[in-house]
Each structure stands twice: as C-alpha cells, then as structure tokens.
C-alpha cells in the first residue's frame, strides 16, 4: 500500500505564496505521475498540475504562470509552488499519484485566500 501525506496548506492573503508537499510512502516501485487537484465548495474537483516521471507537466489554465510543480523522485515527493494567489484559489488540494494501474490520493490540505 502507499500513502501520501500532504503539508503546507493555509491561510494566505490574496497576493501571497504557499508551497505545498506531497510525500509518497510505501512499497513504491515507480510512480509515473504526481500531481494536484483541488475541490471548492460547490465545485467539482479540478486538475490543478500534473508532472510525470520524466519532469513533463501540465498546468490547468487559471493557474498557469502563478504554479509550479516540481519533484524529487528520489524523495517520491511532489511540490506545488503557488504564487500570486487569488480568493478564487481557496479549496482543499489533494495530492494523486499514478503507479500504473493503481491511483493513490492523500488527504487533502485547505488553502484559503483571503484579506
């Protein structure tokens, strides 16, 4: 089994920064996808940014410019740096992970945005 545990989520002001973490644990063979989404209240849950094993990402379209998504494959963590935040951010964001066939998902972190 894996498990992911993210950290980092908080109350920020509009215009500030969060990195958020995402660490893998567990009988890992090969993790080929990492990833974010996240889920406002009233919403349905969102790609947020996705990296695969070989550092290729994709960024959903309201947040491109602001995040970035790296990670450490050695550490089998992920990370989202979130710049310039917006009220519109605010939502609980969940770290994936894809091990070929199998999806893992963590908890979920809040990140709220607000003056």
């Known amino acids: 089994q894996v498990q992911l545990v993210e950290s980092g989520g908080g109350l920020v002001q509009p215009g500030g920064s969060l990195r958020l973490s995402c660490a893998a644990s567990?009988?890992?063979?090969?993790?080929?996808?990492m990833g974010w989404y996240r889920q406002a209240p009233g919403k349905q849950r969102e790609l947020v940014a996705t990296?695969?094993?070989?550092?290729?990402?994709n960024y959903a379209d309201s947040v491109k410019g602001r995040f970035t998504i790296a990670r450490d494959n050695a550490k089998n963590t992920v990370y989202l740096q979130m710049n310039s935040l917006k009220p519109e951010d605010t939502a609980v964001y969940y770290c994936?992970?894809?091990?070929?066939?199998?999806?893992?998902w963590g908890q979920g972190t809040q990140v709220t945005v607000s003056s």
């Open positions: 990296i695969s094993s070989r550092d290729s990402t």
């Open positions: 567990g009988t890992i063979f090969s993790i080929y996808v």
């Open positions: 994936y992970a894809y091990l070929g066939r199998v999806d893992y």
